[in-house]
């Protein structure tokens, strides 16, 4: 039997008439028109907003994404130095906020302080005259956020049992990706060599003579290379069976016995075990046993001081934080850094994110735009949907438990329902440093956090995202979508636009989003958000050789020359981008029944939805951010996701009569057909 699902109607607009005096939300101005859009799309798309909109100097890109933060920052800070510039009563949000932003724009301060507030935790690591005393402060300090044990240790959701947390433990310790220590393209060993000038610096700014600085350095680089050695590469961290490993606590002590797990439990502050693990990576934490043990104390006291240096350097005098943003120069091409005003937005909304939220969808996030939301979303599903029901891949009981989860959806816009409040747990003191309440807000947060969730429920209405972030996410484990406020603007949402537009820009951000439940890792989660099989081997095989058209066409893509998009890493980015463009695509069709669009600004509504995909990723980017988000992340670069995204989408031929012969051309039978 097939799932009856609501088909909203009314979709963004009341009416067909309606509809018409709306805009095309397409601008010509930016578009190339001399560029064909089965040779380059992208450049057809927006290819004059790239020429006029040249990269500034603070980013390493450019784009809507980076236009809505700039202007939430424009937003954020009239309401925070709003607070910062007259007295608060002690103890308030408002206080909290103003004290916040005061004490990181207080740069005399702080230039004054030097690295006083880490003199003392740098004299304990010091003083370290054996192993045993050594792996005490190792535990003592890292719990307090110093980042000085290489393994993760933590509360998580148990993957199998989503409703319930567990010990999370895994792989940490190294600070770039496993494959610039083990396997480095030149973009990756340009990154190395200054992620180990930095370190370098560091420790020689805060008295280390020249010699004794790089001795350490090396000592602690030595280390993080034989952890990433074993670690999980970023393709297979990606895969939620291998990185699942549960076992009791007793086994945890007698299969990891080079690690003091109940003094750790302790000093973190859980009330008990639990009774259960996780152990993520095994590999890599028994070669941290075989560190502990075996490692020369000077080494292992040289990688502890590094982490403490490295964790406050953000939070010290200009010469550190000028220092750092060197080595952000060269592992992002950013040539200017921001200016203070903006970094001080960024850090208090890193510690207190929620409560700036709270003014920020006050004032820019009206109910209206959340019920609209809401709607879209459900369009959205409802051509979802279809699409599963016509597919000709899957079995009817497969395609049964997949309407069953997308009907589950968790569906979030805007800002949460219960905000959590975690900032009535925590003081910010103006006569003490920076650095020293920070301290004080990550213990208390951490005791805030483990009171109230260990044994307990997961409360799976939490967001982990702030409404201000020009983002949005899938969760597997809640199976939920999640939109904040802040994404929810021109160009990605105009309510001044027609359909064609909205669907081709949020619309398809949306079926991004839901794809994601579908993508190779969120089909491995059900409707509860449990880590168990639904499929049957027929169709799963076919679900695998379909995406395996993704890997293979994303890892042809040269992105700069030398380097191309790993098609593993980024499949599941790469899937949320086909489905959620198909998805979209669909929904548009659907509401162009009950309300027809007309051809506006010489373009049919098919046309305005996909140019304003294409707008949407129109970015400039520095050659060395492209080489960090090949290296380092599982998205394609922008001109990717429009250029080899489209290729892949049936109704983007028709739209703009491409054919056989075009640059972009894929035929029909070797493009991805999945969702």
């Known amino acids: 039997m097939k799932i009856k699902m609501l088909f909203l109607t009314a979709s963004f607009v009341a009416s067909s008439a309606m509809a018409q005096g709306l805009k095309s939300g397409i601008d010509r101005k930016n578009m190339d028109l001399t560029v064909q859009p089965g040779e380059n799309f992208y450049e057809y798309a927006a290819g004059n907003w790239m020429k006029s909109h040249p990269l500034d100097k603070e980013h390493p890109m450019n784009g809507a994404f980076v236009d809505l933060e700039e202007l939430n920052k424009k937003r954020i800070r009239e309401m925070v130095e709003d607070y910062a510039g007259k007295p608060q009563t002690k103890g308030t949000v408002a206080q909290k906020i103003a004290s916040l932003y005061n004490l990181y724009m207080d740069s005399t301060r702080r230039n004054r302080e030097g690295y006083t507030p880490i003199r003392p935790v740098l004299a304990k690591v010091r003083a370290v005259k054996n192993r045993k005393e050594l792996l005490k402060l190792m535990y003592d300090l890292d719990v307090k956020g110093y980042g000085t044990f290489p393994v993760g240790f933590g509360m998580t959701v148990d993957a ?44 020689k700014m805060v008295g280390n003579a020249p010699a004794v600085a790089e001795k350490k350095m090396e000592a602690a680089f030595a280390l993080e290379d034989r952890i990433a050695k074993v670690s999980y590469d970023q393709v297979k961290s990606r895969d939620p069976q291998a990185n699942y490993h549960p076992m009791t606590w007793e086994q945890l002590l007698k299969d990891y016995p080079g690690i003091d797990w109940n003094y750790l439990l302790k000093a973190t502050g859980f009330p008990d075990n639990g009774g259960k693990v996780d152990v993520g990576q095994p590999e890599p934490v028994h070669e941290v046993e075989k560190i502990l043990a075996t490692a020369p104390l000077e080494s292992l006291k040289a990688y502890m001081e590094q982490a403490v240096v490295s964790s ?61 939301m809401i709607a879209l979303v459900r369009n959205l ?240 980017v520095a050659p060395q951010f492209v080489a960090y988000i090949v290296n380092s992340d599982v998205h394609s670069p922008n001109v990717s996701r429009v250029n080899a995204a489209l290729p892949m989408i049936d109704s983007w031929y028709k739209a703009f009569n491409v054919k056989e012969g075009d640059k972009l051309f894929v035929p029909q039978e070797k493009r991805a057909h999945i969702w």
């Open 160 to 203: 199998k049992n989503s409703s319930r947390y567990i010990i999370g433990i895994g792989q940490s310790g190294i600070g770039l990706d496993p494959e610039y220590y083990t396997h480095p393209n030149e973009q990756q060993k340009a990154v190395v060599a200054a992620y180990k000038s930095l370190n370098n610096d560091l420790l």
């Open 312 to 372: 406050a350097a953000g939070m010290l005098s200009d010469n550190f934080t000028d220092r750092k943003f060197e080595y952000t120069k060269v592992a992002y091409g950013v040539q200017q850094q921001q200016p203070r005003w903006k970094r001080a937005l960024s850090f208090v909304q890193g510690i207190m994110g929620e409560a700036v939220g709270k003014l920020y969808v006050q004032k820019y996030f009206p109910e209206s735009s959340k019920q609209r």
């Open 381 to 620: 599903q409802t051509a979802f949907a279809q699409r599963i029901e016509e597919n000709t891949w899957m079995t009817a009981d497969t395609k049964q438990k997949a309407l069953e989860k997308l009907q589950a959806f968790d569906v979030k816009i805007g800002y949460p329902d219960k905000w959590q409040n975690m900032d009535s747990v925590f003081v910010i003191d103006d006569a003490k440093s920076l650095f020293d309440n920070v301290k004080g807000v990550q213990e208390a947060a951490m005791k805030y956090r483990i009171a109230k969730r260990w044994g307990k429920p997961v409360d799976k209405k939490e967001w982990h995202m702030t409404p201000q972030t020009v983002n949005a996410y899938y969760d597997p484990t809640t199976n939920s979508i999640n939109f904040p406020a802040a994404i929810l603007q021109p160009p990605f949402f105009d309510p001044e636009v027609d359909d064609a537009a909205n669907y081709g820009a949020i619309g398809a951000v949306i079926g991004h989003e839901m794809s994601h439940g579908f993508d190779d890792q969120g089909c491995q989660f059900d409707k509860e958000g449990n880590m168990k099989n639904w499929w049957n081997e027929t169709d799963k095989k076919n679900y695998d050789a379909r995406t395996k058209v993704l890997v293979d066409w994303f890892s042809q893509q040269e992105v700069i020359p030398g380097l191309k998009v790993n098609g593993e890493k980024t499949l599941g980015e790469n899937i949320g981008d086909n489905g959620g463009l198909n998805i979209a695509y669909r929904a548009l069709e659907n509401s162009m029944e009950q309300n027809p669009l007309a051809d506006k600004d010489g373009f049919t509504p098919a046309q305005r939805f996909f140019l304003a995909w294409g707008r949407v990723w129109a970015s400039n």
